[in-house]
C-alpha cells in the first residue's frame, strides 16, 4: 500500500517551467515503478514520463527533451522538471505508483498545470 500527494502545479506563460513533486507514504518505496500522468477534459489520461526501480526512464514523444522525471528514494519523492512549457500541456497531472509485485496501480489526486499563450 502507499499514498501519493502531488505539489507544483499552477499558471505559467508559455515557455516557462515548474516542477512538480510527488510524496509517497508507504513502505519499500524502491520497489515501485513511478510514473507521471496528464489528462485534459474529454481525452483519456496519457503517460508523460516514468522511471523505473533502476533508475531508468522513459519520456513520451511530446514532452522528451523538454522534461525530467527524477526519484530519491530516501526521501520518498518523485519530480517531473517541466522546461519551455507550452498551452498544450495545460493538464491535470497525476502521479503513479505501480506495484511491479502484485501488478497494482496507485493514484494521486492531481495538480494542475496551465500554460498561458
Known amino acids: 500500500q502507499i499514498e501519493l500527494a502531488e505539489s507544483g502545479g499552477g499558471v505559467v506563460q508559455h515557455g516557462g517551467s515548474l516542477r512538480l513533486s510527488c510524496a509517497a507514504l508507504g513502505n519499500n518505496f524502491s520497489l515501485y515503478r513511478m510514473s507521471w500522468y496528464r489528462q485534459t477534459p474529454g481525452k483519456q489520461r496519457e503517460l508523460v514520463a516514468r522511471?523505473?526501480?533502476?533508475?531508468?526512464?522513459n519520456y513520451a514523444d511530446s514532452v522528451k527533451a523538454r522534461f525530467t522525471i527524477s526519484r530519491d528514494n530516501l526521501k520518498n519523492m518523485v519530480y517531473l522538471q517541466m522546461n519551455n512549457l507550452r498551452p498544450e500541456d495545460t493538464a491535470v497531472y497525476y502521479c503513479?505508483?505501480?506495484?511491479?509485485?502484485?501488478?497494482?496501480?496507485?493514484w494521486g489526486q492531481g495538480t494542475q498545470v496551465t500554460v498561458s499563450s
Open positions: 522511471v523505473h526501480p533502476d533508475a531508468s526512464t
Open positions: 503513479n505508483a505501480y506495484d511491479l509485485i502484485i501488478h497494482q496501480d496507485y
